[in-house]
């Protein structure tokens, strides 16, 4: 049984919670009435926070109506993740069945099920107008991640309407193994227990595409750092383990959730007849284990570990899409349709389809069904959410660690690079070279960085010079690695007296470069550091770099620019737009402190819009 639906029938060896069965999809063009996005309304604050408080009631007359709602139903249209789509159609069929009503007129609720991260890639780019009105994503995370766009639909959460935790689930054989219910573990231990040899074989959905396998491995890198700071070393040996974990787990990645389940062992063995090896341990929420565990027949149910050093949770935003084009019966609608799961049967919905809906203890019943039993601490709080700057930095080193990078980076070398950042004693280019000197320690050995400067009266009548080509960092060569001379090379970098911001030839012949040594199999990109606009006359205009940049790029072999405008001075939409015509990204920075942090973000973008 895949991870997004729910089963209409039950296994025998699981309790039998009530399984209202999903409504199928319904097709749009048959709607004969009109899209309400003519008028542009504001929420009234009353009803937003008796919604976000959980305090309107479906029942006791107050949504009730009687009477015919074939004529004058509101259409509301959500798209949600596969997995809370069975128990939201179920919500709407109640709705239907009950006559439920928004200020008179009956709630014509569709729910379709897609992957929260192409909604959010889509909404990001804010291309068109949605064509759904709310939008339930499995995490915030997602919600989050529509922020990063320029350009983005406006999206508004109104609440979480569940939650589910994320744990590491085996096959009953495998959990035995490593002493499941009575052993309890971290992360970085439950995790590397899981992957060693073959006795167990751990398999996650790709981070990138995936809030449960992100949650997990931001938790991951954070206990694996907390351990390391625990043992008086440093850091960047929590990394280091992170980073290996992760490597690891790539083996053995589905692209989505919905295939996840699909590489189970499936008579509890792992022995395939074709002789593959297939996982019996998988990083699921406690909901996708409950789902699974509901139909499975004994020797493919799971078992659930809940690491005792805090849980992430999916927490399931109900969030309005576009709600400044929308129309007072559709918003009055959407929210009405959430308040259904603040209700005593609305949240039975959604707990009988395996989420969490209150703050306190879960029923035994949940828990017993998704695979728990005491002493896993099922009930202990949800541990604190990641960061914006974890999230970029975890997907920044997913990208790195398991496609392995290639960099050339670019460094403005002109005369306005000596001046002092605010608030330091130090230079823009002595924070910079610091900053590139912490990135560089985030690389693996096979990762591949080269190092370029530019000014103008540089190199003759070239504005720029390659001091370290594009080579593996791992590579050794007259006593030392390519590691050991780039990082030279970064604390040699000086501006060059007299010399101003050459960029657009630059730009043009590091991109001719990069494109022409292109690595099959790696993230490829051109990084770009400056703290000025083009201050050379005799170069190319920014219309023929933009043209030329534009028929070098390919789509099947991508070399996105990352192109980081350093300081007050720097031109933040002349970088967007020259990062824009390679399909890449561009940033500005007040401290080159920050440029490190800005990498990572850039090669999460670029890493999950991958095709």
């Given at each position: 049984m895949g991870r997004?639906?729910?089963?209409?029938?039950?296994g025998a060896s699981a309790p039998d919670p009530r399984s209202p069965a999903p409504l199928p999809p319904e097709p749009r063009p048959s709607d004969p009435r009109p899209r309400a996005r003519g008028r542009a309304v504001a929420l009234?604050?009353?009803l937003v926070l008796v919604v976000a408080g959980g305090a309107a009631a479906v029942s006791g007359g107050v949504l009730s109506f009687g009477g015919s709602c074939d004529d004058d139903a509101v259409r509301l249209d959500v798209v949600a993740a596969p997995d809370v789509t069975p128990a939201l159609?179920?919500?709407?069929?109640?709705?239907?069945?009950?006559?439920?009503?928004?200020d008179g007129h009956c709630v014509d609720v569709r729910v379709t099920a897609r992957d929260s991260y192409e909604v959010a890639d889509e909404l990001r780019a804010g291309k068109g107008e949605p064509e759904y009105d709310v939008w339930v994503p499995d995490s915030d995370l997602w919600v989050r991640r529509v922020g990063l766009g320029t350009k983005q639909t406006k999206v508004s959460p109104a609440g979480n309407i569940a939650s589910s935790p994320v744990g590491i689930a085996m096959l009953p054989s495998a959990a035995r193994s490593l002493g499941w219910p009575e052993k309890t573990y971290d992360w970085?231990?439950?995790?590397?227990a899981a992957?060693?040899?073959?006795?167990?074989?751990?398999?996650?959905?790709?981070?990138?595409?995936?809030?449960?396998?992100?949650?997990?491995l931001a938790k991951l890198g954070a206990s694996a750092k907390k351990q390391a700071g625990n043992k008086g070393k440093e850091g960047k040996e929590g990394d280091t383990r992170a980073a290996a974990l992760a490597k690891a787990l790539s083996a053995r990645t589905t692209d989505t959730d919905g295939r996840l389940l699909d590489t189970l062992a499936r008579d509890g063995s792992g022995a395939e007849p074709d002789g593959s090896r297939?996982?019996?341990?998988?990083i699921l929420s406690e909901q996708a284990a409950y789902a699974h565990n509901t139909s499975a027949?004994?020797?493919?149910?799971?078992?659930?570990?809940?690491?005792?050093?805090?849980?992430?949770?999916l927490d399931y935003p109900y969030t309005l899409v576009a709600d400044d084009k929308m129309s007072t019966d559709t918003s009055r609608a959407a929210l009405r349709f959430m308040t259904m799961f603040s209700d005593e049967e609305g949240r039975k919905i959604l707990t009988d389809h395996g989420f969490r809906t209150d703050p306190g203890p879960p029923s035994s019943k949940l828990v017993s069904v998704a695979g728990g039993r005491s002493p896993q601490p099922y009930a202990d709080d949800a541990s604190e959410p990641p960061s914006d700057r974890q999230i970029q930095q975890t997907l920044g080193m997913w990208t790195i660690t398991v496609q392995n990078a290639r960099l050339s980076t670019v460094v403005d070398a002109s005369e306005s690079m000596r001046q002092l950042v605010p608030g330091r004693a130090q230079s823009r280019m002595e924070v910079t070279k610091s900053s590139l000197s912490r990135a560089l320690a985030g690389f693996t050995d096979e990762d591949e960085v080269g190092l370029w400067e530019f000014a103008t009266r540089l190199d003759g009548a070239r504005d720029y010079r390659e001091l370290q080509p594009t080579e593996r960092l791992g590579e050794h060569r007259g006593g030392a690695t390519h590691r050991d001379r780039l990082s030279k090379a970064f604390s040699d970098l000086r501006p060059v007296p007299g010399g101003a911001t050459g960029l657009y030839d630059t730009t043009l012949a590091a991109y001719k470069k990069a494109r022409s040594t292109y690595a099959s199999g790696k993230f490829n990109a051109l990084v770009i550091l400056t703290d000025g606009a083009n201050q050379d006359p005799g170069s190319i205009s920014r219309d023929s770099l933009l043209a030329q940049l534009e028929e070098l790029s390919d789509r099947e072999r991508p070399v996105p620019i990352i192109a980081i405008a350093v300081g007050p001075d720097a031109d933040k939409a002349e970088v967007e737009q020259i990062a824009a015509a390679t399909g890449g990204s561009g940033h500005?920075?007040?401290?080159?402190?920050?440029?490190?942090?800005?990498?990572?973000?850039?090669i999460m973008e670029a890493g999950g819009n991958r095709p």
């Open positions: 997004h639906s729910l089963p209409d029938e039950h009234a604050t009353a159609r179920a919500a709407a069929e109640d709705a239907r069945e009950k006559e439920i009503t928004s970085p231990r439950l995790t590397a992957m060693e040899g073959e006795d167990v074989r751990l398999g996650a959905a790709d981070p990138a595409r995936s809030a449960t396998g992100l949650l997990a297939r996982n019996k341990a998988l027949g004994r020797r493919s149910r799971l078992d659930l570990f809940y690491p005792k050093d805090g849980s992430p949770r500005q920075v007040d401290d080159p402190a920050q440029i490190h942090a800005v990498i990572l973000k850039a």
